[in-house]
């Protein structure tokens, strides 16, 4: 098995590279929230700097009691024994698909690492449609079909991994269709991992989030992190918690001893970092909503510009994403030598210079004219632009906003015109 550079990280790359040579780029093909380290965490970073053991595989008691409070007040009571923390929550979702027997189900299109990890975990992959509304999870009927067909043809799915709030469609799955899910789960004897790292970054706080840890709290682990909602992903922090229970502890176990031999504990002064951030300070709270305004205020826009060019895409209600359907355009675009996503992704870049993510990298259809966007670099190239932006009671405002906003709908317009 080979592995090349995840397709969202080699792109970003590119990126660097025709910038670096002078080419004006809008960057909307990488999901990085571009916003300044918060003081307050960088103190507690320093502060942390002390912790030069290795310290406990699954985290510092300290850590794994600030994530079980966080996870208290989102509804999940949780003791800490539940709680592990990694450098970041990519390599948690890896040790679940290694220590989770069966097969995996994904909606589709998905996080572009879910697969590939998948396949690194010896798995098949049973991918199944989303919704006509929301991403992030499998229409259920549609599921259970999957379910049916993949066990009649010999397979044995068995793990749901589904992402609330979604990356590349920036929805949340309703409760009613979690519920499902999670009745679904239960009698076909699933386990759910479900990937929450948006889940603060909801732009109303009216939307109800239900954690399908809090239906089916026997089978569901949850994976979070502070990689986006605090816009620390380089600092690579992440946590999981597990079910309680007999099943819930052989899991956490075997991702645990998994662990301990790949990454041995979260970085002592990351640990620092944890502690603080997951016990949510009211300045910390602050920070969280005024960030979940921005990413709001910039992704709608950015869908309002895509809807006045007549561009079919589900709206955001959370994280900075959006996922633009032009197959109604099939005809137009063709014209111009775009015939599926690939070339879609090209011509973006080389005609318009915006920066997208094919949705073929998502897992979806490659035939099929559609991709992610990410809206989270749009606030600024400099710290104090994005200060700004943070702050602005208008960030669309901003000169430096404003102009990669008019580009974008320029782009889109003439593309489809
Ligand atoms: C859906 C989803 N899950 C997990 C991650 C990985 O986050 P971390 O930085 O915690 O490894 C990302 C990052 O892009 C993501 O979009």
């Not at 994530?67 to 450098?87: C, I, K, S």
């Not at 919704?131 to 993949?150: F, H, N, Y």
């Not at 994976?223 to 690579?236: D, F, I, P, V």
């Not at 973006?348 to 210079?353: Q, V, Y």
Request: charged share 20%; hydrophobic share 40%.
């Amino acid at each position: 098995m080979t592995h090349g550079i995840s397709p969202n990280l080699a792109l970003d790359q590119h990126v660097a590279r025709r910038r670096s040579k002078g080419e004006s780029i809008v960057h909307l093909g990488f999901g990085e929230s571009r916003l300044p380290a918060f003081p307050p965490l960088a103190q507690r970073l320093a502060a942390g700097a002390h912790r030069i053991s290795y310290g406990p595989v699954a985290g510092d008691p300290d850590a794994r009691a600030a994530v079980a409070g966080y996870f208290d007040r989102r509804n999940l009571p949780t003791d800490p024994e539940q709680v592990v923390l990694a450098p970041g929550s990519k390599p948690l979702l890896l040790a679940l698909q290694l220590a989770l027997p069966g097969d995996l189900l994904l909606p589709r299109p998905a996080w572009n690492t879910y697969a590939p990890q998948a396949r690194i975990a010896g798995k098949k992959i049973f991918e199944t449609p989303i919704p006509q509304d929301v991403g992030g999870v499998p229409d259920p009927e549609g599921l259970l079909d999957t379910i049916r067909s993949a066990r009649r043809a010999g397979h044995d799915p068995r793990i749901l991994l589904i992402t609330l709030p979604d990356n590349p469609t920036g929805t949340v799955a309703p409760p009613e269709v979690i519920g499902r899910l999670a009745a679904i789960a239960r009698e076909e004897d699933l386990h759910i991992i479900s990937d929450e790292i948006y889940r603060d970054l909801v732009f109303d706080p009216g939307t109800v989030v239900l954690s399908p840890a809090e239906v089916a709290p026997e089978r569901t682990t949850v994976t979070t992190g502070l990689s986006k909602n605090l816009a620390l992903g380089g600092w690579r922090i992440g946590a999981a918690r597990f079910p309680s229970g007999p099943a819930g502890e052989r899991i956490r176990a075997e991702a645990t001893g998994l662990a301990s031999e790949i990454w041995s504990s979260l970085a002592g002064p990351m640990q620092e970092v944890a502690a603080y951030a997951f016990a949510e300070p009211s300045e910390v709270v602050l920070r969280l909503a005024a960030s979940a305004r921005l990413h709001g205020t910039v992704a709608q826009h950015v869908y309002e510009s895509l809807a006045g060019a007549g561009i079919l895409c589900r709206r955001p209600t959370a994280g900075f994403y959006l996922y633009p359907d032009l197959q109604p355009m099939a005809g137009v675009l063709r014209r111009r030598g775009i015939t599926d996503a690939a070339s879609l992704q090209q011509q973006l870049i080389d005609e318009f210079g915006v920066a997208v993510l094919s949705g073929a990298a998502l897992g979806d259809d490659p035939a099929a004219l559609r991709f992610r966007i990410a809206t989270s670099q749009l606030y600024g190239d400099t710290v104090e632009q994005q200060q700004l932006a943070l702050e602005a009671n208008d960030p669309l405002a901003l000169r430096h906003v404003a102009q990669s906003l008019a580009r974008i709908e320029e782009s889109f317009t003439r593309l489809c015109g």
